[in-house]
């Protein structure tokens, strides 16, 4: 299953998160915050029942840009 990952910087760090399970993760690098993520999900389906996975579960995710004025 593919999910989408979103991670960002946070402070001396980085956080990531899955917005279709809403499950969140950090790490010292990108790539261990987003390692750590996806060990977060796999125990998450691991041991969610088929109810939590189906009330948590989002649909369809877009992440895109949008352009505002500031000031």
Do not use: W
Not at 3 to 18: F, H, K, M, N, V
Not at 21 to 50: C, H, K, M, W, Y
Not at 62 to 70: D, G, K, L, M, P
């Amino acid at each position: 299953m593919k999910l989408t990952a979103i991670i960002e910087r946070e402070g001396d760090g980085y956080r990531s998160l899955c917005p279709e399970i809403d499950v969140a993760s950090q790490g010292d690098t990108i790539e261990a915050a987003r390692d750590n993520l996806q060990e977060a999900l796999e125990l998450f389906f691991e041991t969610a029942s088929p109810e939590e996975i189906k009330h948590r579960l989002h649909g369809e995710v877009f992440v895109t840009q949008v352009e505002v004025a500031v000031g």
